[in-house]
């Protein structure tokens, strides 16, 4: 209730301003994975499209950074944020100091631990689910033969890295054949997905005692490709890799049998989110909570060489 009346209140205030063109501060993570990169370019793709003035701001993988942009953004007198929060914890403030200056908050594709009353909505995909798909694959794949898993874990205290880690253990859950023997942290970045794995296969006997790689994202696991082979090993067969975002890059790999499978993740967040902005502005229409974009398995078997051409110039 209490996020109907303020939103409300929020469109009484914009109304009329969906006449003009309307001015929507982003506040973007960074720039650690290709598939941020493509998140972006589309993210201002679809601004343009729709006659949207975007005023961009790189956090650089800092959340003080992206505290300092929405502050400004709001001092702009923004019609709309759009936030793809770098961690979880720590929003409540300066969404509280958003709501107060009447300016909807959009979060892109990670979530947050605020009240949901702070911001608008939320779009993204079902992050457990993402890692339960993951685990289901090996699941499925190993069919009951022992294997020892390493996992590579996105950026500490971020919503994916945590819920992509819960999804996976929930679906290796019961199946005593497979193990998590190593966890750690790649960032999200393919060079520290590379840096860990090398870690990984001097601790797991040069990699001969792992069978499992699970990446967070596709950059961490085209990063620990090039380490298994640097180890002398072959990525995806000696070692299975599976990973999560379904990049160009991961498909190519896909298509020289270094890959495995990955969980696709729409780098387009900004046209659902866009389209909720429309309606709000331009009737006070309240989106549902949250926006869920879909979570699709990609296997060798699906012609990666196809899904490469599809995405290849999608700004990746
Ligand atoms: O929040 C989505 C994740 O962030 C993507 O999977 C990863 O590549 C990124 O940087």
């Not at 205030?13 to 960074?30: C, D, H, K, Y």
């Not at 590379?194 to 085209?222: P, R, T, W």
């Not at 999560?244 to 049998?257: C, H, Q, R, T, Y």
Request: a negative charge; glycine letters at 8%; hydrophobic letters at 40%.
């Amino acid at each position: 209730m209490k996020r109907l009346l303020t939103m409300t209140v929020a469109t009484l205030a914009l109304g009329g301003a969906a006449a003009s063109a309307q001015t929507v501060g982003f506040s973007q993570i960074g720039s650690e994975s290709g598939w941020r990169a493509a998140e972006t370019t589309l993210t201002q793709q679809q601004a343009e499209e729709r006659g949207i003035d975007l005023r961009f701001s790189d956090a650089q993988q800092r959340q003080e950074n992206q505290i300092a942009a929405i502050r400004s953004f709001i001092a702009q007198g923004v019609d709309a944020i759009l936030l793809a929060p770098v961690v979880a914890t720590g929003w409540d403030s300066v969404l509280e100091e958003a709501q107060e200056a009447e300016i909807p908050v959009v979060l892109l594709d990670r979530m947050v631990d605020s009240d949901p009353s702070l911001y608008l909505t939320a779009v993204g995909s079902d992050l457990v689910h993402e890692g339960e798909v993951a685990g289901q694959w090996l699941v499925d794949t190993v069919a009951g033969e022992d294997c020892r898993v390493v996992e590579l874990q996105g950026t500490t205290g971020s919503s994916p890295a945590i819920d992509r880690a819960n999804g996976f253990r929930a679906a290796i859950e019961g199946h005593d054949n497979i193990e998590i023997v190593r966890s750690q942290t790649g960032n999200f970045t393919r060079t520290e997905g590379k840096e860990v794995m090398e870690s990984f296969l001097q601790a797991e006997n040069g990699g001969a005692d792992i069978c499992a790689l699970y990446a967070h994202n596709d950059d961490m696991a085209i990063g620990a490709i090039q380490a298994i082979e640097e180890a002398g090993l072959a990525p995806g067969s000696d070692i299975l890799v599976v990973s999560i975002d379904a990049v160009p890059d991961i498909f190519l790999a896909m298509s020289e049998g270094k890959a495995n499978a990955t969980v696709e993740l729409t780098p387009n967040m900004a046209g659902p989110a866009f389209d909720a902005l429309d309606a709000y502005w331009n009737d006070g229409t309240m989106p549902p909570n949250f926006i869920q974009t879909e979570s699709r398995l990609y296997t060798q078997s699906d012609d990666p060489m196809a899904e490469y051409e599809a995405r290849r110039d999608l700004g990746y």
